[in-house]
């Protein structure tokens, strides 16, 4: 049998993915929690950190939380930037870059880009004004110059250098794994050092072949889910073991 807190938080996670609790409000209040099902605060807290693992429910403002919305589930099947898949949603997205710098490229980013040097660029991207992903991306020469002009709080990447020098994402590589939070993730993305979060590793080119950008994406455990179709005839989907 279910545990109590598991019984609230279910009921809680039909509410909010039926629109009871719309995005952008705050949740009853652990108090008025408690109240509604007879239980104990520390049985309502414990269903309401099930939800906030779940990217349902964020920070605490007071003794509430903020409801984000219901699963939020990104495909492979094309390639969208973070932000425009997150805006097709009706998503809140937000983004910051937080330090870059040109330098030299290393033996493995040197393979990958083809490039001499590179730009490297930390950005912190936001849903619904939650800290969700960090992107650690290095940008091959020939584009860098374009992505420094952008603004640092430029919401989408992907369509900032379409309109300022028509370049279009064509082709991604992308390999997903878990890693542990360091100090810096921890820091940034409000979470514990060495909680799991979800890595993004991918290589963009252009249609011609041409070598973009190379990341390091690491999302907030909870905060999205990734979708892969697949059939007996095409599938997306390989599986590596990992050394």
């Not at 239980?39 to 269903?47: C, D, H, I, S």
């Not at 041409?210 to 007996?232: C, H, K, L, M, Q």
Request: with cysteine; proline share 4%; hydrophobic share 40%.
């Amino acid at each position: 049998m279910a545990a109590r807190y598991e019984l609230i938080a279910a009921e809680l996670r039909d509410e909010i993915l039926a629109g009871v609790h719309p995005v952008g409000s705050q949740l009853p209040s652990e108090a008025e929690l408690a109240a509604r099902y007879s239980a104990a605060r520390g049985t309502v807290r414990q269903a309401v950190a099930v939800l906030a693992a779940e990217g349902l429910v964020g920070s605490r403002q007071g003794a509430r939380r903020i409801v984000l919305g219901g699963e939020r589930s990104q495909s492979f099947a094309e390639l969208h930037s973070f932000a425009q898949w997150a805006r097709s949603k009706g998503h809140r997205v937000g983004g910051q870059v937080l330090g870059q710098r040109r330098r030299r490229a290393g033996p493995a980013e040197l393979v990958r880009l083809g490039s001499p040097e590179v730009l490297e660029v930390l950005r912190l991207r936001t849903l619904e004004g939650e800290p969700v992903l960090l992107e650690r991306t290095v940008y091959a020469s020939w584009i860098a110059g374009a992505v420094e002009a952008l603004p640092p709080d430029c919401v989408s990447v992907t369509q900032g250098l379409y309109e300022s020098v028509g370049l279009v994402f064509a082709y991604g590589e992308h390999l997903i794994d878990a890693v542990a939070a360091g100090s810096e993730d921890a820091r940034l993305l409000g979470v514990r050092r060495g909680s799991p979060l979800l890595r993004q590793r991918r290589v963009t080119t252009t249609q011609e072949g041409r070598p973009v950008e190379w990341s390091d994406d690491r999302y907030r455990a909870g905060s999205v889910a990734f979708s892969i179709r697949n059939s007996i005839g095409a599938n997306p989907l390989t599986r590596l073991a990992l050394s």
